[in-house]
């Protein structure tokens, strides 16, 4: 349950000389999507995918990848579920989008904007526009930091998992678990190639 606020990451970064063959490469070890669910109207969950990759390209091009299956709950028989009842047909989620390399002026190591993102989820053959603001951070000259200005909020049936939701909680015998989660983003590029 992740949308593509990624793509936001690299508006900062598209304002830099480009030199050929240059990317940004996500560093999937300092990245996270994380969401949130409520079961029984009153229980709050936080809960993560782990397994993100992703890249900017020279002509600015994003494309991000999350591996569903890499989902943490916290509880080994509810991690279980989730990838064989609500991932099981596509157990990855790509974002992508254009990045609009006029949205943000050139940035320094240390300054900080606060850019406007639109981009694409897909995920077993639904597609959900997702329209949000991100805070990038350039950490360093080859390092650069994107995350959620706001909470994402992301439908259940947008993304057409409604059926496996329902599983889960005969399953799991709930009386209810909500079908919007808000989903928050930490993603750091680093850049490689020619202009690293």
Excluded: C, Q
Aim: proline share 3%; no cysteine; glycine share 10%.
């Amino acid at each position: 349950m992740i949308k593509t606020i990624i793509a936001a990451a690299l508006f900062g970064l598209g304002t830099l000389p480009v030199a050929a063959e240059e990317r940004w490469i996500l560093n999937g070890a300092e990245s996270k999507l994380a969401y949130g669910s409520i079961k029984k109207n009153v229980i709050g969950e936080v809960n993560h995918f782990a397994g993100l990759t992703g890249s900017v390209s020279e002509t600015g091009s994003v494309d991000v990848t999350i591996d569903l299956f890499s989902v943490e709950t916290w509880v080994d028989i509810r991690n279980e579920r989730m990838r064989e009842h609500v991932f099981g047909a596509a157990p990855t989620a790509h974002l992508s989008a254009e990045i609009d390399k006029d949205a943000v002026n050139a940035m320094a190591p240390g300054e900080t904007a606060e850019v406007d993102v639109e981009g694409t989820l897909s995920f077993a053959g639904a597609e959900m526009d997702i329209y949000t603001e991100m805070f990038v951070a350039r950490l360093g000259t080859d390092r650069a930091l994107v995350t959620t200005d706001e909470m994402i909020m992301v439908s259940t049936a947008e993304l057409g998992i409604d059926a496996g939701v329902d599983t889960l909680k005969k399953l799991a015998e709930l009386p209810g678990i909500t079908r919007v989660a808000p989903v928050t983003l930490r993603l750091v590029f680093e850049r490689t190639g020619e202009g690293a």
